[in-house]
Nanobody, 116 residues
Framework: QVQLVESGGGLVQPGGSLKLSCAVS????????MGWYRQAPGKPRELVAA???????NYASSVKGRFTISRDNAKNTVYLQMNSLKPEDTAVYYC??????????WGQGTQVTVSS
């Protein structure tokens, strides 16, 4: 049973930074592409950043240049460094394996709120 545990969210002012972490247990983490997703109130969940098993990255246009996804296969963890945060980045952030189609059940997510 694969478990996804996200952490690192919080309240931050516009222009601030946060680093999210996602610990993955119960699977061979290194073989999977991983993604960070977010869901704002009243909106569908969207993929914001992805990293392949080999380390190649892709970003949604809304976060490109501000967010950086990375992974540590030794720790079975994927990270999302978020800089220059905007109020429109406010959402619950999730990680999962895959891309537009995900492999595992969703975790509880971590809330990011950008507000002054």
């Amino acid at each position: 049973q694969v478990q996804l545990v996200e952490s690192g969210g919080g309240l931050v002012q516009p222009g601030g930074s946060l680093k999210l972490s996602c610990a993955v247990s119960g699977s061979i983490f290194s073989i999977y592409a991983m993604g960070w997703y977010r869901q704002a109130p009243g909106k569908p969940r969207e993929l914001v950043a992805a990293i392949s098993s080999g380390g190649s990255t892709n970003y949604a246009s809304s976060v490109k240049g501000r967010f950086t996804i990375s992974r540590d296969n030794a720790k079975n963890t994927v990270y999302l460094q978020m800089n220059s945060l905007k109020p429109e980045d406010t959402a619950v952030y999730y990680c999962n394996a895959g891309g537009t189609v995900v492999y595992f059940s969703w975790g509880q997510g971590t809330q990011v709120t950008v507000s002054s």
